[in-house]
């Protein structure tokens, strides 16, 4: 069992940067992918970034790679998302997963376990 909190979020003028955080709590932390996805109002929820559990892989959506960087340590048990070069368009709630590597890719159905999102609102 996983439990997911986010944190980090907040509102940032277009070309900024925030860092978002993703605490887990569980001793199997590190045996899991983790990926961050993300939902704006009127859209379906979309792939942004994910990490397997060594952090030797990471994987991008096309829409914020070279903006965006995942890492993670888990010593910490935490996963976080590094987002500079901020647009209007990056605004969403943003949720971390935790899960097999397709899923959190976004690439495959199956159950993750998912936080309960942190708001990124990017004005213009």
């Known amino acids: 069992q996983v439990q997911l909190v986010e944190s980090g979020g907040g509102l940032v003028q277009a070309g900024g940067s925030l860092r978002l955080s993703c605490a887990a709590s569980?001793?199997?932390?590190?045996?899991?992918?983790m990926g961050w996805f993300r939902q704006a109002p009127g859209k379906e929820r979309e792939f942004v970034a994910a990490i397997r559990w060594s952090g030797g892989t990471t994987y991008y959506a096309d829409s914020v790679k070279g903006r965006f960087t995942i890492s993670r340590d888990n010593a910490k048990n935490t996963v976080y998302l590094q987002m500079n070069s901020l647009k209007p368009e990056d605004t969403a709630v943003y949720y971390c997963?935790?899960?097999?590597?397709?899923?959190?890719?976004?690439?495959?159905?199956?159950?993750?376990?998912w936080g309960q999102g942190t708001q990124v609102t990017v004005s213009s």
């Open positions: 997963a935790a899960g097999p590597w397709g899923v959190v890719t976004g690439r495959a159905k199956g159950n993750a376990y």
């Open positions: 569980g001793r199997t932390f590190s045996s899991y992918a």
